[in-house]
């Protein structure tokens, strides 16, 4: 299986904030949000591994800036680090000034995906390798990340938390 670069997996999915999207105070909500990064993820992840992916875990979600009605959104996802079976994807949003065609990251999202075949089982993906600075950042961070989530899904023990333990060493 032949490694890839994160760049290889780059998902870019630009799109119009609707009134049927809104909270009362007209800006996106939060759901519809989380539900366009997930796609977007989801593509991302699927085009690292070409197999059926599913979302395994949001890892993190961060709601920085409130997106109003009428706004254009571009979301960026990218596979950050592949493991065994799953994989990081890194998802950017940006709010676009039509005016002055300026974008500005107004939230961003860390999801997992699992690789399963057509009964659900995980499977294997191919590696990764990290080309940019923020990539290799981001690919450096990423087991940690998974530790973080696998301790607070309750599927390792604390003392199975290697590189967490390490941030406290
Ligand atoms: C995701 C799913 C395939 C994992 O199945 P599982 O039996 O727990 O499989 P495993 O324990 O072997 O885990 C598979 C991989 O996922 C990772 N994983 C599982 N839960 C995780 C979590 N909460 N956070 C981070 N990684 C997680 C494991 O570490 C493992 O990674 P690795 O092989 O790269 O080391 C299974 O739980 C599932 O099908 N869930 C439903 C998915 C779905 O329908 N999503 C849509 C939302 S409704």
Known sequence: ???????????????????????????LFGGELLARMDRAASISARRHCNQIVVTASV?????????PLGSVITVEAK??????????VFIDVWVEDTASGEKMK????????????AT??????????????????????????????LLLAGKIKPHDA???KALFD
Request: aromatic share 6%.
């Open 79 to 88: 596979v950050s680090r592949a493991f065994k079976t799953s994989m990081e």
């Open 120 to 149: 659900g089982k995980p499977t294997v993906v191919p590696k990764i390798y990290p080309e940019t600075v923020s990539e290799k950042e981001r690919f450096a961070a990423a087991l940690r990340r998974k530790q973080l989530s």
């Open 59 to 67: 890892n993190h979600v961060a709601f920085t800036k409130a997106v």
């Open 1 to 27: 299986m032949q490694a890839k670069s994160p760049r290889e997996s780059l998902t870019i999915s630009t799109d119009m904030v609707l009134p049927g999207e809104t909270n009362p105070l007209n800006n």
């Open 162 to 164: 290697s590189e967490l």
């Open 106 to 117: 107004a939230n961003e999202g860390i999801y997992t995906f699992v690789a399963v075949d």
